[in-house]
């Protein structure tokens, strides 16, 4: 058996460079040929496939993600199967280890598969939400006016954010840029998990709690959300800005410098047509996924239950 390292590492600087070198790109987006794991083969790492169909005739010892695609498992799969807008083909020699998630498609699994986590489909989530959408959809060209105008204003507030952010938490900002740095590929994956767990969470309680606990929640997760999201973002501006200066130009400059210089990449990348949507939908995954990681710069756990007496009890004087 060869070993085939089908690692997709998503990171934004890296889409920089495609944008830069694919000026076809939308003419393109439809004829991507699908991302395959070849019979015999092994992916040790994340196996992420963007626009694209995505095939797992070998092994994938990690998860394997497919946004705005479908994915077919014909082998075994040693973490979760999601699906953000497409199916999840299951053929009879699937395994799958974790869960097999899927937002607006469907779970197609024949006799024979195995799935040893959950299995969830909502087949009518919009896609909008599956692939955080940026920029206005307002049926105009990429091109209109409008459209271009609203970009820009929506850089002007991102570099408004970005100075705040750097003023008032630039320690932790940099600690979750380095996460970024680290790992993007992880934080892709943890970002994507992240917000699927959100979107279950408000779906299933919405569904049968929409009135008394839904809609709040859902305005709670929707904060939240946003919140990942714009903390995450700048992070990545950053990283973007440091990896550009510091490691391509070899030259040194202060820690706000990098982030402003990374939005300034991303933005022109923002202005091109599909390429500038895929590639701030990654970021956008890869900053949430940092930020959960390190807890907004803080690298605390979540959810610390050890107490002063070490038997989950509050100690006693």
Same mark, same amino acid.
């Given at each position: ?54 095939? /797992? ?20 799969? +040693? +973490? ?17 280890? %974790? ?12 006799? +024979? ?13 919009? @896609? ?14 990429? +091109? ?32 979750? @840029? ?27 309680? @919405? ?80 900053? /949430? ?7 907004? %710069? ?18 006693? @004087?």
């Amino acid at each position: 058996m060869r070993t085939c390292r089908h690692r997709v590492e998503i990171v934004s600087w890296g889409l920089a460079a495609v944008a830069c070198l694919s000026a076809t790109a939308p003419s393109l987006a439809q004829d991507l040929p699908a991302i395959v794991v070849e019979k015999g083969s092994v992916a040790r790492q994340e196996v992420v496939a963007l626009g694209r169909d995505l095939v /797992v005739a070998g092994e994938a010892m990690s998860d394997v993600v497919s946004i705005s695609g479908s994915t077919r498992v014909e082998g075994p799969v +040693g +973490g979760d199967v999601i699906v953000l807008g497409g199916d999840a083909l299951l053929s009879e020699t699937a395994r799958i280890d %974790g869960d097999v998630f899927v937002l607006g498609g469907r779970v197609e699994a024949e006799p +024979g598969a195995q799935i040893e986590g959950r299995s969830v489909s909502y087949p009518t989530v919009s @896609s909008a939400w599956l692939t955080l959408m940026e920029g206005p959809s307002l049926g105009l060209s990429a +091109g209109s006016p409008l459209v271009l105008g609203a970009k820009l204003a929506l850089m002007a507030a991102w570099l408004a954010l970005t100075l705040l952010l750097f003023a008032t938490s630039g320690r932790q900002l940099l600690e979750t @840029s380095e996460s970024v740095q680290a790992n993007p590929g992880r934080n892709f994956v943890t970002g994507v998990a992240g917000v699927l767990a959100m979107l279950l969470t408000a779906l299933f309680f @919405s569904a049968f709690a929409a009135a008394i606990v839904g809609i709040p929640l859902l305005i709670l997760v929707v904060l939240l959300a946003l919140m990942l999201k714009l903390w995450g973002m700048v992070s990545v501006f950053h990283a973007t800005g440091y990896w550009l200066v510091a490691r391509v130009f070899r030259k040194r400059a202060l820690p706000l410098n990098y982030a402003l210089f990374g939005l300034l990449v991303l933005g022109a990348i923002k202005l091109v047509p599909w390429v500038g949507t895929w590639t701030w939908t990654v970021a956008t995954f890869i900053g /949430v996924g940092s930020t959960l990681t390190t807890k907004f %710069g803080r690298r605390e756990p979540w959810f610390d239950l050890e107490v002063p007496d070490g038997r989950g009890f509050p100690a006693r @004087s």
